[in-house]
């Protein structure tokens, strides 16, 4: 089994500093997003890929640990690394670093469950496209 990753990269805009010219914490949730869309396009597992098949994927969990300041100018790589899980859930986990030098600027976990599109209610069980995705990939 591998470890299956996508990293972006994002360049800090005006309008997402406050007046210290330190990115607004909020914003870091967007740039999560944003690596797992191009995770999920990297590898099949979009948000198109998971409605045509039924489903929704609301996020029920994020966790951010912020180590450094990202300032106005500066790059942003972020990594989001898929997280295999026996529950009916989308994991994972995400390491944010100034480009520049490296630099941990922070560390994030999300959690996503299945909803049925028809009726909004939970899934219990992993559904048979994640199951096909995960043989695909070796995780079954």
Known sequence: MSKLSESIEIAIRFSEVDSLRIVWHGHYVKYL????EAFGR???LGYCDVEKA???TPIVKIDIDYKRQLRYSD???VEAVYVDSAAAKLIFDYVIRLKSTGEMIATARTVQVFLFLDSR???LNIPDFVLEWKKKYNYI
Request: hydrophobic content about 40%.
């Open 121 to 123: 209610e939970l899934s």
């Open 75 to 77: 790059t942003a790589l």
């Open 54 to 56: 039924g489903f929704a």
């Open 42 to 44: 990297r590898y099949g």
């Open 33 to 36: 997003e944003e690596a797992r």
